[in-house]
């Protein structure tokens, strides 16, 4: 079985910053890509950020130049810091991960319980 635990989550004033964490833990053969999702209210499920196993990373671009995506690939954890906030931001973080299990032949996507990030004054 396979699991990712996020934290960090809250609620901060605008400008404020917060840095997400997720780690994978299990039965991991390799972890391929590795991201956060965040739902708002009403609205669907988007991409924030992603990256690879190398340096490739990808934005949306509402948090371009204001959130960073990194990867620690010892601990099989993903990070998110977030700068600059905004009460757009506000919405449940999700972290997803492409893991390939220990005796599986492909990979497949798994996904965090999600985080709930407020930003309001």
């Known amino acids: 079985q396979v699991q990712l635990v996020e934290s960090g989550g809250g609620l901060v004033q605008p400008g404020g910053s917060l840095r997400l964490s997720c780690a994978a833990s299990g039965s991991i053969f390799s972890i391929y890509g590795m991201g956060w999702f965040r739902q708002a209210p009403g609205k669907q499920r988007e991409l924030v950020a992603s990256a690879n196993r190398g340096s490739s990373t990808t934005y949306a671009d509402s948090v371009m130049g204001r959130f960073t995506i990194s990867r620690d690939n010892i601990k099989n954890t993903v990070y998110l810091q977030m700068n600059g906030l905004k009460p757009e931001d506000t919405a449940v973080y999700f972290c997803?991960?492409?893991?390939?299990?220990?005796?599986?032949?492909?990979?497949?996507?798994?996904w965090g319980q999600g985080t709930q990030v407020t930003v309001s004054s």
């Open positions: 997803n991960a492409k893991i390939q299990q220990v005796g599986g032949l492909i990979a497949r996507d798994y």
